[in-house]
């Protein structure tokens, strides 16, 4: 059997993305075993997740969304824009903003002409709904220390639907984001203690008060070109900090996506989303 898919990539955050509204797979068939093989870049087509488009009882669309560890996790920012501009695209619907079903609750992407700009919600500062595994008095939790490989980091803690490590380098000290080892603290933070579900990790240079740039280590999928949630987070965490404005541009490896923490506690994503090229795989 064979099943029909779609490359999409958002600031070179790549997915592949499977309609299972036209392409049922098998009962029984084994989603996270499957991620893992066809997300893999040398026995796979290769890509950051997998992402599956279903029907939905309480919204127009379902998104499902995997890493490529198989695991399954609540909400990808820019996954979500793949997913909406591939709806737009193949005109399975006409609405200018849509109703995205996800794990982290309903999701409304908005067609901006070549953008896409997506209300994430409200950010969460619980622990417990992060979630983190110790028990804090107060929050938002800002400034955390945390020991990794005998440094200590000060973490900010949020959710955008998924959990967030935000980590602001000094700069000042002479510590170059650009030359950063993400690959070895980010995975440290990631499977730490503290966090029980893992967690996705933003390393941040504040640029100005209306920029700022990150490197995104994602939980389940390694260091990514863009994260449209760890920009988001990262935005927030500067914004609870005083360090930026509450719009601002957020500067990733792949391209630039645009934030703002409005008045109604929502924050807004925008950025590109585009079609690479289609295909089949044998499952």
């Not at 392409?23 to 989603?31: A, N, S």
């Not at 669309?61 to 820019?78: H, I, L, P, Q, S």
Request: hydrophobic residues 40%; contains cysteine; proline residues 6%.
């Amino acid at each position: 059997m064979e099943a029909p898919f779609v490359k999409m990539q958002g600031l070179g955050n790549d997915f592949i993305l499977i309609n299972c509204k036209s392409f049922l797979p098998p009962e029984g068939f084994d989603i996270p075993a499957f991620a893992k093989k066809v997300c893999h870049r040398r026995f796979g087509v290769g890509a950051d997740q997998l992402l599956l488009l279903y029907p939905s009882s309480k919204a127009d669309f379902k998104m499902r969304v995997f890493n490529a560890d198989g695991g399954e996790v609540e909400m990808c920012g820019n996954g979500i824009r793949c997913l909406a501009r591939y709806i737009w695209d193949r005109k399975f619907s006409k609405k200018e903003t849509l109703a995205i079903e996800t794990l982290a609750g309903i999701i409304r992407p908005e067609d901006r002409g070549e953008l896409v700009k997506v209300d994430m919600g409200e950010p969460i500062f619980d622990p417990e709904k992060i979630p983190m595994s110790i028990k804090f008095t107060s929050f938002p939790v800002v400034d955390y220390p945390v020991q990794i490989k005998g440094r200590e980091f000060r973490i900010t803690c949020i959710s955008m639907g998924n959990p967030h490590a935000v980590i602001f380098l000094s700069i000042k000290d002479g510590e170059e984001l650009s030359n950063f080892s993400v690959p070895a603290y980010g995975p440290e933070i990631e499977r730490h203690p503290l966090f029980p579900k893992k967690t996705n990790v933003e390393f941040v240079d504040i640029e100005s008060e209306t920029e700022l740039s990150i490197r995104v280590w994602e939980r389940g999928a390694g260091e990514t070109m863009a994260c449209g949630t760890g920009a988001s987070a990262a935005g927030v965490a500067s914004m609870l900090k005083g360090l930026t404005r509450r719009a601002i541009t957020v500067h990733l490896r792949g391209g630039d996506l645009f934030i703002e923490w409005a008045e109604n506690n929502h924050v807004y994503m925008t950025g590109p989303a585009s079609e690479v090229f289609e295909g089949r795989i044998r499952i």
